[in-house]
């Protein structure tokens, strides 16, 4: 059975966000803290970060008024295994440079929020990733989506309008489109996980060699969480590679 049947999720999309904006009314109402507030805001400083390799794993266009506000980069710290979703900084117009990469990081400002944000001030940048890069990313991604759906479920209740989990997630192999499933899914080793994206994406996954691993955001669909890829990363003729998927 796929994960989101066993799991029973529920409260995303529409509902949960309507749900985030009644207890966002309530919390004003009383005086209380809310999500929205300056505690809690995407923009404050929760720690600084200092001499990290950090990789690239996908790069989003989203809704907004700039072209700053526009972009969304995924990344990987290569020591500890957290995933961050970086800030473009005042005036940054967008990244133009090639994705993968790898980023040596000499400071960075660790965001709060449900996904923990990062904002880029000192760093360089390689295109190319060593191959203990890679041997790291296949060490990072998650071999059960159990823990991973626990965590956006959780993020998704308490903020519902900011959550953006990011995840890395090994996969055993993908699933072709179905009347059920029209994109496809990504079958990990306790259960799957329903694909969201572009109508080709399952397809594309599946002719992939050697898939290892898929990077990407949890997002919710209806009643469950759906996974929208960004990055595959596998092996084939004995090399490893990252491939960007959208």
């Not at 990290?52 to 506000?69: I, K």
């Not at 308490?158 to 990011?166: L, M, Q, S």
């Amino acid at each position: 059975a796929a994960a989101r049947d066993r799991d029973g999720q529920g409260g995303f999309g529409l509902g949960g966000v309507l749900d985030g904006l009644g207890r966002l009314a309530v919390a004003l109402r009383g005086g209380g803290s809310t999500w929205l507030d300056d505690a809690a805001s995407p923009d404050r400083v929760a720690a600084t970060l200092t001499d990290r390799r950090l990789v690239e794993l996908g790069r989003e266009r989203v809704a907004g008024l700039s072209r700053g506000s526009l972009e969304r980069r995924m990344l990987a710290c290569v020591r500890s295994g957290e995933t961050f979703a970086a800030r473009l900084s005042p005036g940054d117009l967008g990244s133009v440079g090639p994705c993968p990469r790898v980023l040596e990081v000499g400071l960075a400002e660790r965001l709060a929020g449900p996904t923990p944000g990062l904002r880029l001030l000192q760093y360089s940048v390689r295109a190319d990733l060593p191959p203990e890069v890679h041997a790291r990313l296949r060490e990072l991604a998650a071999p059960r989506l159990g823990p991973l759906l626990s965590a956006a479920q959780a993020a998704w209740r308490d903020a519902p309008v900011r959550a953006e989990p990011f995840a890395i997630v090994a996969t055993t192999s993908v699933r072709g489109p179905t009347p059920r499933e029209p994109r496809g899914r990504l079958e990990a080793a306790d259960g799957a996980l329903a694909l969201s994206g572009d109508g080709g994406i399952g397809a594309r996954l599946a002719q992939l060699p050697g898939l290892r691993f898929v990077t990407g955001r949890l997002v919710p669909r209806d009643t469950h969480l759906a996974f929208r890829p960004l990055m595959a990363g596998g092996e084939h003729a004995g090399q490893p590679y990252l491939e960007r998927l959208r």
